[in-house]
């Protein structure tokens, strides 16, 4: 039975490859900082010399919301560059059969055409509010294409739009937004307070329920042979506003008359709209779990597990 060490294996994408792991007929190693510092080459190595994986799916990443990345670009750039330098050497260094990378729509140029493609990855600056993590991000593609070009090392990128999905980060300052909204509006209702969303609600996103991506990633590992990287996602006409998610989320909570705008509050990037055209020629239709309902799953996970959750 082959090896596939998860990387990030305790974080919102791993939880979600965890819960699907037991319909796939390999070992699954899901590693988390606790067990393992890929900041750390000796530590890194250490890894691979325990369980010389075939596969290596690599999730683990210094990962947060606009707020964060704006907050701590040092952080997003040096530990990202870092972790994802030791992870490609070492899986090149003890021969992984295939190796899958994880990048974010967020890296690709600002000032773009829409919709956005895999072949428009380094055509320009990314969105300032997150350069630092793109960058980073980019140069894992870079790192992946180099190996295989000179050593022919099955070495590739999937690139996700928004993921949300239980088991996320919940914590108010660094969480993504729909974590961070769910988070917020809960506290809201119990202390009778105003649920605070930031900015105008204008901005444009598209996202995917880790555990849909969790299925898509199993499919790039054995179904995808090509080099270049490939975006998993809904389709455009699933992007929402953020002004949606935030009425869905207090809809749950049945808080929607206390919804207000912090229009002081940055938005970020306006859209990053992806076309998800090389995926579904890939996998022919698949049917997404629709936003509603996986708010709905999240929302009622975050209240029976508030205690545990990251926060
Ligand atoms: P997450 O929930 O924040 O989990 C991050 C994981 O990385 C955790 O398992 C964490 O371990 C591990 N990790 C962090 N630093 C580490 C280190 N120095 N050594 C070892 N492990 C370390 O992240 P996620 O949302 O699942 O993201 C998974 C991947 O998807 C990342 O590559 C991210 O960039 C990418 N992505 C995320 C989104 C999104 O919306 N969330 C969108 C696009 C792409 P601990 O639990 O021990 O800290
Ligand atoms: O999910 P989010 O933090 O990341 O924010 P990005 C999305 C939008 O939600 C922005 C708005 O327009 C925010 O202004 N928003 C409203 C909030 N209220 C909140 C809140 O309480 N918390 C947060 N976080 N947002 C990230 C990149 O960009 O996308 C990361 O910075 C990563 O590097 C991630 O790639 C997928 O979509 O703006």
Same mark, same amino acid.
């Given at each position: 039975m082959y090896t596939i060490l998860v990387t990030g294996g305790s974080g919102l994408v791993g939880n979600a490859v965890k819960n699907i792991s037991t319909n796939y007929n390999y070992e699954f190693i899901f590693i988390s900082s606790k067990d393992y510092d890929l900041s750390s080459f000796e530590s890194t190595k250490q890894m691979f010399e325990k369980y010389k994986p075939e596969y290596v799916i690599h999730l683990a990443a210094c990962v947060g919301g606009l707020f964060k990345n704006m907050d701590d670009k040092v952080g997003m750039l040096e530990k990202n560059l870092m972790i994802n330098y030791n992870i490609v050497k070492c899986s090149h260094d003890y021969k992984v059969k295939k190796f899958v990378g994880c990048l974010s729509t967020c890296i690709f140029p600002d000032n773009t055409t829409y919709p956005i493609n895999e072949?428009?990855? /380094?055509? =320009?600056?990314? /969105?300032?509010?997150? &350069?630092?993590?793109?960058?980073?991000?980019?140069?894992?593609?870079? %790192?992946?294409? *180099?190996?295989?070009? %000179?050593?022919?090392?099955?070495? @590739?990128?999937?690139?996700?739009?928004?993921?949300?999905?239980?088991? &996320?980060?919940?914590?108010?300052?660094?969480? /993504? @937004?729909?974590?961070?909204?769910? /988070?917020?509006?809960?506290? *809201?209702? #119990?202390? =009778?307070?105003?649920? @605070? @969303?930031? =900015?105008?609600?204008?901005?444009?996103? #598209?996202?995917?329920?880790?555990?849909d991506l969790a299925k898509l990633i199993m499919v790039v590992l054995e179904q995808y042979n090509e080099k270049n990287s490939i975006i998993l996602s809904v389709s455009e006409k699933d992007e929402v506003s953020i002004d949606y998610i935030a009425k869905l989320i207090a809809k749950e909570f049945d808080y929607l008359d206390n919804l207000v705008y912090d229009t002081n509050k940055p938005d970020g990037q306006y859209k990053k709209t992806a076309d998800n055209g090389k995926l579904i020629n890939l996998i022919g239709d698949y049917e997404f779990i629709e936003i509603e309902n996986g708010i709905k799953n999240v929302v009622k996970w975050f209240c029976e597990n508030y205690y545990n959750v990251r926060k």
């Open positions: 072949t428009m990855l /380094h055509n =320009g600056p990314p /969105h300032t509010s997150n &350069d630092a993590y793109a960058y980073a991000k980019r140069m894992l593609e870079i %790192q992946c294409k *180099a190996y295989n070009e %000179q050593y022919g090392d099955n070495f @590739v990128c999937i690139i996700p739009t928004n993921i949300y999905g239980s088991y &996320d980060n919940f914590n108010l300052n660094d969480a /993504h @937004v729909i974590p961070a909204l769910i /988070h917020k509006c809960y506290l *809201a209702k #119990q202390n =009778g307070e105003k649920f @605070v @969303v930031s =900015g105008s609600g204008n901005a444009l996103r #598209q996202f995917i329920y880790s555990e």
